[in-house]
């Protein structure tokens, strides 16, 4: 099959599908464009992670089979530096390029990304963001057009990412590992992945709505 017709092929919403045409390197790529550039808020950053890993299992799936050494790099390196070209390319005009985009959602993403920047904190946002679907995209071209110090993104962008990416790399292939044809069970797995990875924003809103009151 050409190169072209991989392409035409390849559904850019399914993590499978993606997985199977680009592997690991395709990775790299998503994780990049949805972590730094704004036309990349609708990338499946989560379940690509989590399906990752269970590809890189070596029991019997419907999938390619990935290299996890391979994998755990290539979601590290497209994670960190998609966040840090997003924070500089947000440094040279961040919010006119936001102001040019129609798309309702990403401007939603938006207001909530300032809401964490001004309620937890600069290092915290920057952590909790990650697990956010396009929260993770917005805020951190957001971070470098309110003039964040750049060390203290750069910091927090690291500890958030690798939290992110190799907790769902590693949980995918530790589920993968335990249970027999777990991808005949992915579509509800990716979405309790989902719903597992907004808890700890969820703790942290509980948390200052409780000592909001306590005040």
């Given at each position: ?14 993590a499978?599908?993606?997985?199977g ?15 730094g ?11 690509l ?14 999938g390619?089979?990935?290299?996890l ?5 290539a979601?590290a390196?497209g ?37 964490l ?5 600069h290092?915290?946002?920057?952590v ?9 995209t ?7 057009a ?26 995918g292939?530790?589920?993968?590992s ?6 005949h ?5 990716v ?25």
């Amino acid at each position: 099959m050409s190169s072209s017709s991989i392409l035409l092929a390849v559904n850019p919403l399914d993590a499978g599908s993606l997985l199977g045409a680009f592997g690991a390197l395709g990775i790299a790529v998503v994780l990049f464009a949805e972590t730094g550039l704004l036309v990349g808020f609708f990338l499946p950053g989560d379940s690509l992670l989590f399906t990752a890993g269970l590809l890189c299992t070596t029991g019997t799936h419907s999938g390619p089979h990935l290299d996890l050494a391979q994998v755990l790099a290539a979601s590290a390196v497209g994670a960190l530096a998609g966040a840090q070209a997003g924070f500089f390319i947000g440094r040279r005009g961040g919010r006119a390029l936001l102001a040019r985009s129609g798309n309702k959602r990403l401007h939603e993403g938006a207001l909530r990304a300032e809401e964490l920047l001004t309620r937890y904190g600069h290092g915290k946002a920057v952590v909790l963001a990650r697990f956010v679907p396009v929260v993770r995209t917005v805020l951190n071209p957001l971070a470098g057009a309110l003039g964040v110090n750049a060390r203290t993104f750069t910091v927090w962008q690291v500890v958030g990412g690798l939290v992110w990416t190799l907790g769902l790399v590693l949980g995918g292939y530790a589920l993968g590992s335990s249970v027999p044809n777990v991808d005949h069970y992915l579509l509800p797995i990716v979405a309790v992945v989902i719903v597992v990875s907004l808890l700890p924003l969820l703790l942290e809103l509980l948390r200052s709505r409780r000592q909001a009151r306590a005040r």
